[in-house]
């Protein structure tokens, strides 16, 4: 069973910064794309962030300038640092890999427990 452990959310200032990590707990044969995901209350959730194994990366344009997403694929854990924090990047933000979990077995994605972000104003 793969499973995402995701930690580092937390309450912060607003201007502040905070660090999220993802961690997949599972022996799988790999991890094609590890991506963010936040939902605010009241609205749909939306990307923040993804990267592929080879290291390219694809942000929401409103984001690009605050938000760093980086992998280490040997141990499986990605992050997303957050940077002059706003009020309104408050919600449950969450993890998503896409998989392979053996060869030839075809790609699958599963999504961490959600990790909350508050920035007070």
């Known amino acids: 069973q793969v499973q995402l452990v995701e930690s580092g959310g937390g309450l912060v200032q607003a201007g502040g910064s905070l660090r999220l990590s993802c961690v997949v707990s599972?022996?799988?044969?790999?991890?094609?794309?590890m991506g963010w995901y936040r939902q605010a209350a009241g609205k749909q959730r939306e990307l923040v962030a993804s990267?592929?194994?080879?290291?390219?990366?694809n942000y929401t344009d409103s984001l690009k300038g605050r938000f760093t997403i980086s992998r280490d694929n040997a141990k499986k854990t990605g992050w997303l640092q957050m940077d002059s924090l706003k009020p309104e990047d408050t919600g449950v933000y969450y993890c998503?890999?896409?998989?392979?979990?053996?060869?030839?077995?075809?790609?699958?994605?599963?999504w961490g427990q959600g990790t909350q972000v508050t920035v007070s104003s």
């Open positions: 998503k890999v896409r998989v392979r979990v053996r060869p030839g077995i075809p790609l699958s994605d599963y």
């Open positions: 990267i592929t194994s080879g290291g390219s990366t």
């Open positions: 599972a022996s799988i044969f790999s991890i094609n794309v």
